[in-house]
């Protein structure tokens, strides 16, 4: 997948401002908001807008003096008062008879809508709670991007800037549910479409699993006519429970060789079978002296191995990341590994 390229800077035409304040006109149903206590607003790409630089959309402007601010399109009538963003100070009509007590956001509220995702699924069992989406039987959705981590625009994240700041989207399509989520996908990045394969079915088991009895289980499916596109590996594919894991064994980039004699040879089978492979990845202790890859990862990061101690993991080092993928994972992947969990 090709990386994205961020354009998260607006058109100026499409920006009304004050000292504290800018507003920014993306669609005719979609704005930002912004409140900067120091007058310093943000431009970079966040995880959630990495494109702002949108065609400028038709609206109307009345500046009312210095207690009132109006901002017009064909799909809503926002109204603010330009002091410190409140419920009563900066309020919203979406356009159009869209309920019994018509639709009307004010500044603050978030909740409501239709929901968005669910950070995990581990242990569900039945009906979950979602985040915030972008639709709503209200008419209207609100992001907050206030706490979202930035990019610096050179390829790595960046922190927000303190300070008391606001910074969120509201979506004012009222029923029009595809058209708020197409908004969404100009804003946020198009999304790959995923592989034909990652929607048939997995098999993942927490189990240690060796090669033999992995495969000669995927052929019993194979004979039962039970169709399978995807093979999971839990955290037992790597080294767990050999006396060289001083740590609780969760992280591990080496092939347990009692379970996994020829990783290669494993990952072949299974390619013939017509199977990705998946391997777990829990990151967070490093990379210990007895991995595979240690030696190749000290010297990508010109790390000690004198005393033999880890070289710990780091995401907020860049030199770390790159090692972390073109070495650790890459070495890996040679073997038996289609994409990570």
């Not at 033999?212 to 093979?231: C, Q």
């Not at 001083?246 to 089978?269: K, M, Q, V």
Request: hydrophobic letters at 35%.
């Amino acid at each position: 997948m090709k990386p994205f390229t961020p354009r998260p800077k607006a058109n100026e035409d499409a920006i009304v401002s004050g000292k504290n304040y800018r507003f920014t006109i993306l669609t005719e149903a979609l704005f930002r908001y912004e409140w900067a206590e120091d007058g310093q607003f943000e431009d970079r790409a966040s995880t959630f807008a990495i494109n702002r630089d949108l065609p400028v959309p038709e609206f109307r402007v009345l500046d009312n003096g210095e207690d009132s601010l109006e901002i017009i399109t064909s799909r809503f009538h926002l109204s603010y008062d330009k002091k410190r963003f409140s419920p009563s100070g900066l309020l919203v009509d979406v356009k159009g008879k869209l309920t019994l007590w018509g639709a009307q956001w004010r500044y603050g509220n978030f909740g409501g809508t239709l929901g968005g995702t669910a950070r995990t699924l581990d242990e569900a069992d039945g009906p979950i709670p979602m985040g915030s989406g972008v639709v709503s039987r209200k008419g209207y959705a609100c992001i907050d991007d206030s706490g979202s981590m930035m990019f610096d625009g050179n390829g790595w994240v960046g922190a927000r800037k303190s300070g008391d700041r606001d910074d969120g989207y509201l979506f004012c399509y009222g029923h029009d549910y595809k058209d708020a989520v197409k908004a969404y996908y100009k804003i946020s990045g198009s999304q790959p479409l995923l592989p034909r394969w990652a929607l048939g079915n997995w098999w993942s088991r927490y189990h240690p699993y060796s090669a033999d009895e992995y495969l000669t289980l995927m052929d019993k499916f194979r004979e039962e006519r039970i169709p399978l596109s995807v093979g999971v590996l839990d955290m037992d594919w790597h080294w767990v429970h050999d006396k060289r894991v001083t740590h609780a064994g969760w992280t591990g980039y080496s092939f347990d060789r009692n379970l996994f004699p020829d990783p290669a040879a494993f990952g072949r089978e299974m390619h013939k079978r017509d199977l990705k492979i998946t391997l777990n990845d829990h990151p967070h202790n490093g990379v210990h002296a007895f991995e595979d890859s240690y030696e190749e990862m000290a010297m990508a990061v010109n790390h000690d191995t004198s005393h033999h101690n880890p070289i710990l993991f780091d995401p907020t080092n860049p030199k770390f990341f790159k090692a972390f993928f073109d070495v650790l994972h890459r070495n890996v992947e040679k073997d038996a590994c289609d994409f990570w969990w």
